[in-house]
């Protein structure tokens, strides 16, 4: 999955020559945490927190001559699981360009839906937990579930050498167990 699937498309932005004081009332009024200054061609110029919104030496001031540089930026085709990474420590908010033209913000919440979609959390079917000796059992594991022509979800690691199988159309679950346990030993 692409980052493009799971941005906001046209944030509000501001202007490089933007006045400092119509950029704060941006964020105050759209409850912005910062605000992301581009250029007149839509190239990513900064942003600017609500911090230093509040303590800029002027109001008239260019919103482009405050503005801090952002050190990580996403392309729309990026992975979204780089997006996820970035996003599950370090960042709220993420800008997200298509070349050098601002075009989106990624979120947590939107990284968030996009894990849950990836995951298949909130879908119908079964999870069955295994711990497993080493990562050839689950090559076995997934050899059962395509003779028994049961869908998968997704696998997710859950733990040390243990993994999660959602699966769909599983009938005889089971069978389904003892054959799982034959195959892994």
């Known amino acids: ?3 493009r699937a799971w941005m906001e498309p046209d944030p509000p932005t501001v202007l490089a020559t933007t006045p400092v004081e119509e950029a704060r009332k941006l964020a105050e009024d759209l409850g912005l945490a910062l605000v992301l200054v581009v ?3 839509g190239r990513l110029v900064g942003f600017l927190t609500r911090k230093a919104l509040d303590a800029a030496p002027k109001p008239d ?9 952002p050190t990580v930026m996403l392309q729309v085709d990026d992975p979204v699981e780089r997006a996820l990474a970035l996003l599950v ?3 709220a908010v993420l ?3 298509e070349g050098e033209r601002l075009v989106g913000i990624i979120t947590r919440g939107g990284a968030l839906r996009a894990l849950v979609r ?5 879908e119908e ?3 069955i937990r295994l711990k497993l000796e080493d990562y050839l059992e689950l090559y076995r594991a997934l050899e059962v579930l395509a003779r028994r022509g049961v869908e998968l979800v997704s696998v997710i690691r859950s733990g040390e050498g243990e993994v999660v199988l959602h699966v769909r159309g599983l009938e005889d679950r089971e069978g389904l167990l003892r054959e799982l346990e034959e195959a892994l030993g």
């Open 118 to 122: 990836m995951t298949g959390i909130g």
């Open 89 to 91: 420590d370090r960042y």
């Open 61 to 69: 001031l260019p919103a482009g001559k405050l503005a801090a540089q």
């Open 125 to 127: 079917g079964t999870r």
């Open 1 to 3: 999955m692409k980052v």
């Open 95 to 97: 800008p997200v360009l």
């Open 39 to 41: 250029d007149d061609g």
